[in-house]
């Protein structure tokens, strides 16, 4: 048998059954179908909370959106947080239509067309520049529309967050502006008419280490006074990137929240002259939305094959890609998974639960130990808040999306 993922907490049973913000699973698909991602809007609220009793009040928390763009999730969340981070000219739609106002939204990513950049400059969001020449053309398209951009440059650190799942920074990146290329952009823009709004250092992603972070954290408070002496100008802002991991694998433990906190808190303290009067913040995707979403699917059949047992879905990698391991892991492990109408009840067998693709990738979990299931129970993986529905390849072999529901919203 191959260990499970650990399950997030907040999760419990209503009559042998798992309940996502107090519904039953059944209950929930035959509400909204099968396969169904379920989001807890009361485990994101609590996830906020959190961060802001462990972290400096100074600091401003921003969501970034790629994480879940699902409507209702976006309306939940510009509630709570203070910015959105958004990396696409349809992001920058789906956060205005969720009613997100422009000023709190920041516009990250490589590749922005000239369109999306006259979109977000006529509505006065932030542009973290990717390149010198993306800012040329923010400037020019500025100038045509008659509107002064609101420009921050993204670096590309000279440094990693270590143990990260996904690197964003250090070496030849296409991400940011190289960190000794990033004074005479400044100064650029400083001279440009354009509104100066600092910088944006993000190096990394998924780390369940508060003492990487807490190290990421003070090198980036050190690039950015660096940076700021070297332009001759303070910084308004500065966003000092995100990074916060989630336990999805066997033996993950959750990210130490208050230690982040404390050593943060300690840096604020310390702060040099030119960092005196910046804006601070941090952004989350995962870490945020991640262990608040559930993904349920159906069984449809069950079969044994060499002796083993493979319980087949009607669900899979087209929309639980991250699953199946095919997201940015090397060596394929379980997420947290259950048979959701058997919760809780001991294990009785090993098996295999797959999707409906036909393609051996599509596995969702792999030899694991679940109470005997049968056709027609249902399903659930665990951490599918973050990087499902819509970073999962929705088309493939033509089975059509799942349904999304968020649960416990405000009315
Ligand atoms: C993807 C991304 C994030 C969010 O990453 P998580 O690991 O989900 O927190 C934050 N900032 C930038 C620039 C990103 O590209």
Known sequence: MKPLGPIPPGFSAIDGELA?????????VAEAGSPLFVYDAALMTARVAALRAALPDRLGLHYAMKANPYGPVLRHMAGLVDGFDIASGGELLMAEAAGVPAERISFAGPGKRDADLAAAIAREV????????EAERALAIGERLGRAPRLA???NPDFDLKGSGMKMGGGAKPFGVDAAEV????????????????????AGSQTLDAAAIAEMQAATLALAARLAEESGAVLPACNLGGGFGIPYFPGDAPLDLAAVGAALGAQFEDLPEVLADTAFSIELGRYL????GVYLTRIIDRKESHGEVFLVT???LHHQLAASGNFGTVVRRNYPSAIATRFGAPVEEEASIVGCLCTPLDR?????GFPRAEEGDLVAVFCAGAYGASASPMHFLGHG???????????
């Open 401 to 411: 999306p799942a349904a999304e529901l968020l649960v416990n919203a405000r009315p």
């Open 126 to 133: 932030t542009l973290n520049l990717e390149s010198a020449r």
């Open 364 to 368: 969702l979990a792999d030899k694991g």
């Open 20 to 28: 996502i913000g107090g519904r039953k699973a059944s209950e929930l």
């Open 153 to 155: 440059i993204r670096v």
């Open 314 to 316: 009607d669900g899979g």
């Open 183 to 202: 004074p005479a952009l400044a100064r650029r823009i400083l001279f440009s008419g354009a509104e100066w709004r600092g910088l944006h250092i993000y």
């Open 289 to 292: 939305v991640g262990e608040a």
